[in-house]
């Protein structure tokens, strides 16, 4: 088995790097172009390893190498430095409602085996000694036997939240599916919505929306959640830029009629099977915004993935109790600490 130990900043995208994309079914946030232009926004090295039999990539791991040296306001270094005592943060590089691996033999417990005797070693070998353990994040229910053990550390994280759509025609059969009250305040909203001329709603490819915009919405919407221990980074107008460029990105934008400004958004991460609500920002009342707008954002949302034929969409953490209210089902995941000897 060769190992591919690639830092997006300064290595080229690798010639199967699409191929390896389309048999894993990544979303626009592994495109080789927004992973280099994340990584030189990161607050630490983000390796990019890749397993693969000959020319053909059987694997592929997404990390984060923390160290003593990290620092919220501090950029990450040049290299990931071996000598340096750290861990790796294996996570998504962009929603965090999945896992940063995959392989192709991942087996029935979604490629956590895979990751401790094959991942471990290998970047073991490129990070030294000095790397002495790993926190792997989205690990499912089937994945707990695999991530057991002494000195090993397991604790259930947010559940992810999942709109299943396939039995609906419409929004509306989403929306007659749900409790009475719920289905009463959605038909109240969606009313108001239509009677009102000063909002206009629209849904778009990536490439056609300001990333600048969108980066001011976001960033109202970050600042009301510090509630994490490394509060994240606000998104960036670069980042934005590249992963709105991406073929398999729309956004649904909420504007004000009359001045044209940017009252809302989400992204949305297309994939064959399992899309994903990737980010929701929106304007306060006291900046000019409009109630309930994330409550009309679900029914665009079901009513885009019902019209592309797919079957769910992945509606991310948090809020969990009052998304499945809407219909979402939640998924159990769980984070898991693993010392590296």
């Given at each position: 088995?060769?190992?591919?130990?690639?830092?997006?900043?300064?290595?080229?995208?690798?010639?199967?790097?699409?191929?390896?994309?389309?048999?894993?079914?990544?979303?626009?946030?592994?495109?080789?172009?927004?992973?280099?232009?994340?990584?030189?926004?990161?607050?630490?090295?983000?390796?990019?390893?890749?397993?693969?039999?000959?020319?053909?990539?059987?694997?592929?791991?997404?990390?984060?190498?923390?160290?003593?040296?990290?620092?919220?306001?501090?950029?990450?270094?040049?290299?990931?430095?071996?000598?340096?005592?750290?861990?790796?943060?294996?996570?998504?590089?962009?929603?965090?409602?999945?896992?940063?691996?995959?392989?192709?033999?991942?087996?029935?417990?979604?490629?956590?085996?895979?990751?401790?005797?094959?991942?471990?070693?290998?970047?073991?070998?490129?990070?030294?000694?000095?790397?002495?353990?790993?926190?792997?994040?989205?690990?499912?229910?089937?994945?707990?036997?695999?991530?057991?053990?002494?000195?090993?550390?397991?604790?259930?994280?947010?559940?992810?939240?999942?709109?299943?759509?396939?039995?609906?025609?419409?929004?509306?059969?989403?929306?007659h599916s749900l409790a009475r009250k719920r289905k009463q305040n959605l038909r109240k909203i969606f009313r108001t919505f239509d009677a009102?001329?000063?909002?206009?709603?629209?849904?778009?490819?990536?490439?056609?929306?300001?990333?600048?915009?969108?980066?001011?919405?976001?960033?109202?919407?970050?600042?009301?959640?510090?509630?994490?221990?490394?509060?994240?980074?606000?998104?960036?107008?670069?980042?934005?830029?590249?992963?709105?460029?991406?073929?398999?990105?729309?956004?649904?934008?909420?504007?004000?009629?009359?001045?044209?400004?940017?009252?809302?958004?989400?992204?949305?991460?297309?994939?064959?099977?399992?899309?994903?609500?990737?980010?929701?920002?929106?304007?306060?009342?006291?900046?000019?915004?409009?109630?309930?707008?994330?409550?009309?954002?679900?029914?665009?949302?079901?009513?885009?993935?019902?019209?592309?034929?797919?079957?769910?969409?992945?509606?991310?953490?948090?809020?969990?109790?009052?998304?499945?209210?809407?219909?979402?089902?939640?998924?159990?995941?769980?984070?898991?600490?693993?010392?590296?000897?």
């Amino acid at each position: 088995m060769v190992t591919d130990v690639l830092d997006p900043r300064h290595d080229a995208e690798p010639a199967y790097w699409t191929a390896l994309r389309e048999r894993a079914g990544l979303r626009a946030d592994w495109s080789w172009e927004v992973l280099r232009t994340q990584a030189w926004a990161a607050r630490t090295p983000q390796p990019i390893t890749v397993l693969r039999d000959g020319d053909e990539p059987r694997g592929v791991v997404c990390a984060a190498w923390v160290t003593g040296r990290t620092r919220r306001y501090r950029f990450a270094s040049a290299t990931a430095r071996r000598g340096l005592l750290g861990g790796l943060d294996v996570r998504g590089p962009g929603a965090s409602s999945q896992p940063g691996w995959w392989f192709a033999d991942a087996g029935d417990d979604g490629g956590v085996t895979r990751l401790l005797e094959a991942y471990v070693p290998a970047i073991r070998a490129e990070l030294g000694r000095g790397f002495r353990g790993m926190l792997l994040r989205q690990v499912g229910e089937t994945g707990l036997d695999a991530v057991g053990g002494r000195f090993r550390l397991v604790r259930r994280t947010e559940d992810i939240a999942v709109l299943d759509v396939s039995a609906f025609g419409s929004r509306d059969d989403w929306m007659h599916s749900l409790a009475r009250k719920r289905k009463q305040n959605l038909r109240k909203i969606f009313r108001t919505f239509d009677a009102d001329p000063s909002v206009e709603v629209r849904c778009v490819p990536g490439k056609e929306a300001d990333p600048v915009a969108i980066a001011e919405v976001l960033r109202h919407n970050e600042r009301k959640h510090h509630d994490v221990p490394i509060v994240p980074l606000p998104h960036f107008t670069g980042y934005l830029t590249e992963l709105l460029r991406q073929p398999d990105v729309t956004v649904i934008e909420y504007r004000d009629t009359a001045t044209g400004r940017l009252l809302a958004v989400a992204t949305l991460l297309d994939h064959p099977e399992l899309p994903i609500a990737r980010h929701w920002g929106a304007l306060g009342p006291e900046a000019g915004g409009r109630p309930n707008l994330y409550f009309h954002f679900y029914g665009e949302a079901v009513s885009w993935a019902i019209a592309h034929g797919r079957s769910s969409v992945v509606f991310g953490k948090k809020m969990t109790e009052m998304k499945a209210t809407l219909g979402a089902r939640l998924v159990p995941q769980y984070a898991a600490a693993v010392p590296v000897c």
